[in-house]
């Protein structure tokens, strides 16, 4: 049910006090009020708000008449003595239901305005119902903006920027898909900037979108927004991980949900340190357009006993206002380690584990939670149960054709082109090199022509490179197999 049809029910069904709760009045006044009142309160429509007092609206939105009411009990006294059925909307009661003579106004007015036909409607940014008014009041939140209001959204703009054709119906899609979660008028203004900065709508808009989730989720404080710079291509291998990734990019779009696929819940990476598990978490936002949500579980944990779970909770809602978005929950297994049965921290761990774990089965809005993980000791059973993630998989050391393509990547980055070089016989010689190491054997070599008198870099200077690295494979040669064993069975390959 849509929150107009939900609003509609509670006013046929004679709710005497309604709460909608909106940072948007505006809209929620041309989206719910409006229609409900026109159609089935004739039309009348009333708002009162301390500094108006109490105002009839025309069916245009613009003002048709003013009755003084300086203060909310003169507002409800309105309400109160009017004749016919209507709606009285009341801007920011939640400021006023602190008082006694209010309340207890409006215990007598809930059993007198249903038979009238008269229903007074809470309005603002915030609700929290008295506890006396317990039975009288129905709370419904407004959501943002959906996906098809932000399409026409998109279209208007286009045609404002005189440009009707100017995005491919993809682009279009993915440009209002990441614009989820804003309200209208944050969407708005971020397609006015577009507007003035591109003098179109591009796709370029999206880094705008991304940019306005980043100041949405940077006054929560325990969820950074980071910007990644890498994309899928700057990760070299993994080509399963990649393909089952490619996959599921569709699977949040409107057409997977008609089709009557679930939203993808997220992935949990297990494998050796630096072969490129943080890497995905950050190519993974870039490729699908939507903000990376960097979790610090310590600083959930880091907090005084009892606040953790509020704490959790917290992170969770934040994440949901920016969806879509990825969350990236890195290194799980040391984050949750205290959740065991064993712990002495007196269940708090356990209960900020089971917190997560709910929320993980149960969620509906689109945040792919990508979380890492380079030890099975510490690894609470129940994140591998199935309904969590969508999948494990295991990231291994890369073979010799990965790490071809990784070093081919590194020099790429550094504007050296790979091309005509024979990187097989620099792949073949790095046996057992993690993507990190790798990495650093493009640095290093860089560094030794830089510093030879800053002549080109030869293949010589990574073959010298790559002789001093010992890999870490070597000195953790025990740990790297016992990975291996246990993701053998349990883990999904990610090459
Ligand atoms: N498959 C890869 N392709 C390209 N670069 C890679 C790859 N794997 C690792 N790298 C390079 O190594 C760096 C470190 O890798 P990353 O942080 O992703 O490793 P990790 O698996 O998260 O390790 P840890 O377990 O230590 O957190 C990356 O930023 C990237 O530059
Ligand atoms: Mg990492």
């Known amino acids: 049910m849509t929150v107009r049809e939900?609003?509609?029910?509670a006013v046929r069904a004679r709710m005497p006090l309604i709460a909608l709760v909106t940072p948007e009045e505006q809209r929620a006044e041309a989206l719910v009020l409006r229609p409900v009142a026109d159609e089935w309160r004739a039309g009348r429509l009333f708002v009162w708000s301390i500094t108006e007092g109490m105002v009839e609206r025309d069916p245009e939105g613009g003002d048709r008449a003013r009755i003084p009411a300086p203060d909310p009990l003169a507002a409800l006294d309105v309400a109160a003595g009017?004749?016919?059925p209507a709606l009285f909307v009341l801007r920011d009661f939640h400021h006023h239901l602190e008082s006694a003579a209010v309340l207890r106004r409006l215990r007598d007015l809930a059993s007198v305005l249903p038979v009238a036909g008269k229903n007074l409607v809470f309005l603002g940014p915030r609700f929290r119902t008295p506890d006396d008014l317990e039975k009288d009041v129905l709370v419904l939140d407004v959501p943002p903006p959906d996906f098809i209001e932000l399409g026409r959204l998109v279209g208007e703009a286009q045609i404002a920027g005189r440009t009707p054709d100017g995005l491919p119906p993809a682009a279009?899609?993915?440009l209002a898909r990441a614009m989820l979660g804003l309200t209208l008028g944050e969407a708005e203004s971020v397609l006015a900037r577009a507007l003035v900065r591109d003098g179109a709508i591009t796709a370029r808009a999206v880094e705008l979108v991304l940019a306005e989730k980043r100041?949405?989720?940077?006054?929560?404080g325990l969820i950074e927004c980071l910007e990644s710079r890498d994309g899928l291509d700057d990760v070299g291998g993994l080509a399963g991980l990649k393909h089952w990734l490619a996959r599921r990019e569709a699977a949040f779009g409107e057409a997977a949900r008609d089709y009557g696929l679930p939203v993808p819940r997220g992935i949990?990476?297990?494998?050796?340190?630096?072969?490129?598990?943080?890497?995905?978490a950050k190519a993974v936002s870039r490729a699908w357009a939507m903000p990376l949500l960097h979790l610090d579980l310590g600083r959930v944990f880091g907090k005084f006993v009892g606040?953790?779970?509020?704490?959790?909770?917290?992170?969770?809602?934040?994440?949901?206002?920016?969806?879509?978005?990825?969350?990236?929950?890195?290194?799980?297994?040391?984050?949750?380690?205290?959740a065991t049965v064993e712990a002495h921290d007196a269940g708090v761990g356990a209960r900020v584990l089971g917190t997560f774990?709910?929320?993980?089965?149960?969620?509906?809005?689109?945040?792919?939670?990508?979380?890492?993980?380079?030890?099975?000791?510490?690894l609470p059973p129940e994140l591998l149960r199935k309904g969590r993630f969508d999948e494990l998989f295991f990231v291994d050391l890369p073979d010799t054709g990965e790490r071809e393509q990784i070093l081919a990547v590194h020099l790429r980055k550094r504007r050296r082109d790979p091309?005509?070089?024979?990187?097989?016989?620099?792949?073949?010689?790095?046996?057992?090199?993690?993507?990190?190491?790798?990495?650093?054997?493009?640095?290093?070599?860089?560094?030794?022509?830089?510093?030879?008198?800053r002549r080109p870099l030869a293949p010589t200077d990574l073959e010298q490179a790559a002789a001093e690295v010992v890999p870490l494979s070597v000195t953790m040669r025990e740990t790297v197999a016992a990975l291996r064993q246990w993701a053998a069975t349990r883990a999904r390959r990610a090459s």
């Open 6 to 9: 939900e609003f509609a029910l």
């Open 82 to 84: 009017y004749e016919e």
């Open 172 to 174: 279009r899609e993915a």
């Open 215 to 220: 100041h949405l989720v940077r006054r929560h």
């Open 268 to 280: 949990l990476l297990l494998g050796v340190q630096g072969c490129g598990k943080s890497l995905i």
């Open 307 to 338: 606040e953790s779970e509020a704490a959790m909770r917290r992170a969770i809602q934040t994440a949901e206002a920016a969806a879509p978005c990825v969350l990236w929950v890195d290194e799980i297994e040391k984050g949750f380690a205290g």
């Open 357 to 378: 774990l709910t929320w993980m089965q149960e969620k509906e809005k689109p945040v792919f939670v990508v979380a890492t993980a380079n030890q099975i000791r510490g």
């Open 419 to 453: 091309a005509g070089w024979d990187l097989a016989d620099l792949a073949r010689r790095t046996d057992g090199f993690t993507g990190a190491e790798l990495e650093q054997v493009v640095v290093e070599g860089l560094h030794n022509a830089f510093a030879d008198g």
